[in-house]
């Protein structure tokens, strides 16, 4: 069975940090672009960020570009998003995602959620002003 599981959400105040994790279990997700997207209180889920096998590509929302960094250790099947200078805005549940075509390599980090094909239940980041 293929898991996503995120760890390392909670409730900070604005301009401190958080690492988020996401592991991935049930099978290693060789070549597959990683991302994580969020969805806030009454909005759409977005895109925030996405990164390619052996991290040579990355992408990154406008909204968190600077600010977040995404990061990958396939040796142990872990990707993370470091956020730094944290505002309300950035409150939401954050997902976990795989685009995974059984080992085609996925060369371009997608944006939108069609893209991928495995998710997360989430983790819940709150950030008071």
């Known amino acids: 069975q293929v898991q996503l599981v995120e760890t390392g959400g909670g409730q900070v105040r604005e301009g401190e940090s958080l690492r988020l994790s996401c592991r991935y279990a049930?099978?290693?997700?060789?070549?597959?672009?990683m991302a994580w997207f969020r969805q806030a209180p009454g909005k759409e889920r977005e895109f925030v960020a996405a990164?390619?096998?052996?991290?040579?590509?990355?992408a990154y929302s406008d909204s968190v570009k600077g600010r977040f960094t995404i990061s990958r250790d396939d040796a142990n099947n872990k990707m993370f998003l470091q956020m730094n200078s944290l505002t309300p805005e950035d409150t939401g549940i954050y997902f976990c995602?795989?685009?995974?075509?059984?080992?085609?390599?996925?060369?371009?980090?997608?944006?939108?959620?069609?893209?991928?094909?495995?998710w997360g239940q989430g983790t819940q980041v709150t950030v008071s002003s």
């Open positions: 995602a795989a685009d995974y075509r059984g080992g085609e390599v996925r060369s371009v980090p997608g944006t939108r959620e069609a893209n991928y094909n495995y």
């Open positions: 049930g099978r290693t997700f060789s070549y597959a672009v």
């Open positions: 990164i390619t096998w052996s991290s040579t590509r990355a």
